[in-house]
């Protein structure tokens, strides 16, 4: 039965052979009309077996973050690790993946340096994959689009939505605090915050209403005349 993340490749025997040869030994990118691949050099090289940060660990994955000191990478640090998990065969070392990664699929989401290579990876990583996160209309309206099981998928939704509960949260928690200083926030879900915020403008257009009607009594008296 074949994988449904195999891509066939129908070129000649001879011209797949000159483009392996090519893709290992000389290392420099090609390019044809608007299609190309990138210059590997001996910086890529070293992350394969020496990777020094997070991101260059499991860059097989695909679109990792980078910086890790972001509220989005924190959000996303076990879902990645739920995804190495499921995607490396117990006996390949990581080392491995990111050498198909870099060889066979350009270090991309997108490109295909090795047809050959780039299959062997999506067949060891059972197509699990990170394809790209994002926030869209605020910082916090994470977007996380993945190829993988249920349960990985479940996850990722769930991370997108508490991270969009907490900030969204920090948002309404900010507005009350502007109304009132003194305000103690009742964390936990945003319906609760906006409820607190709506009894408090509630409260407020009391005051302000009571406040006018003293303010024209004592205009009725006479208090505010010259």
Not at 46 to 51: A, D, Q, T
Not at 168 to 174: C, F, L, N, T
Not at 205 to 215: A, T
Request: net charge positive.
């Amino acid at each position: 039965m074949k994988s449904k993340f195999e891509i066939m490749d129908s070129r000649p025997f001879r011209e797949r052979v000159v483009d392996f040869s090519q893709s290992m030994l000389f290392w420099r990118g090609r390019s044809k009309g608007s299609i190309y691949t990138r210059d590997i050099d001996w910086g890529d090289i070293k992350e394969i077996f020496f990777p020094q940060s997070f991101e260059e660990k499991y860059g097989y994955l695909g679109s990792v973050p980078y910086d890790e000191k972001s509220e989005v990478f924190k959000a996303m640090y076990p879902l990645i690790l739920a995804m190495d998990y499921e995607a490396r065969p117990k006996w390949c070392p990581r080392w491995f993946l990111r050498f198909l990664h870099l060889f066979g699929s350009d270090k991309s989401v997108v490109r295909v340096r090795n047809f050959r290579l780039h299959n062997l990876e999506k067949k060891l990583t059972k197509g699990i994959f990170i394809w790209d996160y994002k926030t869209k209309w605020e910082w916090y309206d994470l977007r996380i689009s993945i190829s993988a099981p249920k349960h990985l998928q479940d996850l990722a939704s769930a991370i997108e939505n508490d991270f969009y509960s907490r900030g969204r949260q920090e948002d309404i928690a900010e507005d009350i605090l502007k109304l009132d200083p003194e305000a103690k926030i009742i964390w936990g879900s945003v319906d609760m915050l906006i409820k607190q915020y709506n009894d408090l403008m509630d409260r407020k257009s009391e005051q302000k209403k009571s406040l006018k009607k003293i303010m024209k009594g004592d205009e009725d008296l006479g208090l505010y005349t010259d």
